[in-house]
């Protein structure tokens, strides 16, 4: 018995980099998985090839099940397909890993209109359509008295969580994603359904084009292989994980950490009064104590 075994999964973006890795292990733990990917250049503005039936050819030749699906998931109805495609052909879906997405950086001041809208759309919708039609088709289930212990594992970015210079758009999407986890955790819990999100981090064509060549020490553990994150997501994806959910998890090579979310860490309190500014102003330092009152630290090793 495999983990994943009677599951039927759908992918966004599996035809390459992390979710194709993702798509191949789902498969080889037992799951049928449908592998989304319109085959988008990385900024997104043209398509180059279909990579799903590579992996799709590659899923079968080990011995699994696998479907194509070439729908754009930042379109209503492309996400509405792709989850009508899993019940259809394949009588379910349990779990949905949302990863799709596309780059294209810019610095605040140099970065034009379509590109915020694409990486949003792609990106923040993308997740959100895929996720609406697989909690109206859970609810669905669940109504009927066939509850499914439904899975949703989102892409966010150390990005989102932090902010990195030239990816206002990008790191505004994901950030986005982290708080549509926490929300669609507390909406799809009374369904059985539960929803983390991981923030990666692995050699692909992504990360090459923002970073350039990262190269592997000879014959050492190499962390940035992008065959690395998808464990963590197949876990996720289990029964295994039942009781995990609204949780973040930045993902690299050897290393599965756990996110805190937002969290209160000082305060100040005028005492059932409002606060004149200039006291806010003597009385910040108290605020911050020993933390810093300037940009917090990041640093993805790079
Ligand atoms: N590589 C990293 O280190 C890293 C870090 C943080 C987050 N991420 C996230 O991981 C995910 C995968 O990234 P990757 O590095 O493997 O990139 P990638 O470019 O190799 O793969 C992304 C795939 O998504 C597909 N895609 C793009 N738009 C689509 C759409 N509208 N519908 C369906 N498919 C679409 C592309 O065709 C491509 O195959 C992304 O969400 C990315 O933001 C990656």
């Known amino acids: 018995m495999s983990l994943l075994d009677g599951k039927v999964a759908v992918v966004t973006g599996a035809g390459r980099g992390i ?10 733990k037992g799951a049928t998985v449908i592998v989304n990917d319109v085959g988008a250049s990385l ?7 279909q990579p799903a039936q590579v992996v799709v050819e590659e899923i ?22 792709l989850v009508n495609q899993a019940v259809e052909d394949f009588g379910q879906l349990d779990i949905v890993v949302n990863n799709a997405g596309i ?14 809208d694409d990486v949003v759309r792609v990106h923040l919708k993308g997740h959100f359509a895929m996720s609406h039609f697989a909690g109206v088709y859970w609810r669905s289930e669940s109504k009927a008295g066939r509850g499914r212990p439904g899975r949703i594992i989102n892409t966010a970015s150390e990005a989102g969580l932090y902010g990195n210079v030239g990816q206002a758009n990008y790191a505004a999407a994901k950030a986005g994603i982290a708080s549509l986890t926490w929300v669609l955790a507390r909406e799809l819990e009374r369904f059985g359904v539960t929803v983390n999100a991981i923030a990666p981090r692995a050699r692909t064509r992504m990360t090459e084009s923002a970073f350039g060549a990262i190269e592997a020490e000879d ?25 995990v959910t609204g949780q973040i998890f930045v993902v690299f090579g050897s290393t599965v950490e756990l996110v805190e979310p937002f969290k209160v860490v000082s305060a100040l309190d005028a005492g059932a009064r409002r606060w004149e500014p200039e006291e806010l102003v003597q009385r910040a330092p108290e605020l911050f104590g020993d933390r810093l009152s300037g940009l917090p630290k990041f640093d993805v090793g790079l």
């Open 19 to 28: 979710g194709r890795e993702e798509a191949l292990l789902l498969a080889a």
């Open 43 to 49: 900024a997104g503005d043209s398509n180059e090839g």
């Open 60 to 81: 079968q030749a080990a011995g699994g099940r696998a479907a194509t699906n070439y729908d754009d998931v930042s379109s209503w109805t492309g996400a509405q397909n």
């Open 103 to 116: 780059l294209r950086d810019r610095m605040s001041f140099n970065m034009q209109e379509s590109d915020w």
């Open 219 to 243: 014959d050492a553990f190499d962390p940035w292989e992008p065959g690395h994150i998808a464990p963590a997501v197949a876990w996720l994806a289990s029964d295994g994980a039942k009781d």
